[in-house]
């Protein structure tokens, strides 16, 4: 009987094992690769000016990327909304590009092949993206999972700020980042 417990136990633990290295087959987006992508739009950025605000993976090692929006943050930042050109490959996320003082040419450039409309609001102008009712997609992200559900914004709010939302079902509530008008990021505990 013992012995067939620790048989049953092994198994089970190899299996642990096995899901988690099958559930770790994420790649992280490195700035050099969002600078390349920028770059392919004709305006040179180099890795040194690119921040991630969080850690980005992806299901494959090199995904292509695209520039999806680009907004002013002030004169020396904009905030560009990237994703694979194929999305079953990562979620979109965004980063910082620091470009120094008279950014506008820089920004019209990097705007300019931008498939989506540009903002040149600031992120604390308190100019809400997401307001009380809408729907939106809530990204939540845990140690080994990334999750995409449809939900719906119970505040409104700007790009940054912490909202709560709750699923169509309307049986969980989330607290949640604004990321731009249809998309909201939080954190699986």
Same mark, same amino acid.
């Given at each position: 009987m013992m012995r067939t417990k620790l048989i049953l136990w092994a198994i089970m633990a190899a299996g642990a094992v096995n899901s988690a290295a099958a559930g770790s087959d994420r790649y992280a987006i490195s700035a050099t690769s969002v $600078? $390349? $992508?920028i770059s392919l739009d004709g305006v040179q950025v180099s890795q040194d000016q690119i921040t991630f605000p969080t850690g980005v993976v992806a299901t494959t090692q090199a995904p292509v990327l695209k520039v999806r929006s680009v907004e002013k943050l +002030? +004169?020396?930042?904009l905030l560009a909304r990237m994703e694979c050109v194929n999305s079953n490959e990562c979620l979109p996320? &965004? /980063?910082d590009i620091r470009v120094g003082l008279g950014s506008e040419a820089q920004f019209a450039a990097i705007a300019k092949n931008a498939p989506r409309s540009l903002s040149t609001t600031p992120q604390g102008s308190g100019a809400p993206a997401v307001h009380s009712g809408a729907r939106v997609t809530l990204m939540l992200d845990g140690e080994h999972v990334?999750?995409?559900i449809p939900a719906i914004c119970l505040q409104g709010g700007a790009p940054g700020q912490l &909202?709560? /939302?709750t699923g169509t079902d309307h049986r969980? &509530?989330?607290q949640a980042q604004v990321i731009d008008a249809s998309v909201v990021k939080g954190r699986l505990k």
């Open positions: $600078a $390349a $992508a +002030d +004169d020396e930042r996320f &965004i /980063v990334h999750i995409r &909202i709560r /939302v969980l &509530i989330y």
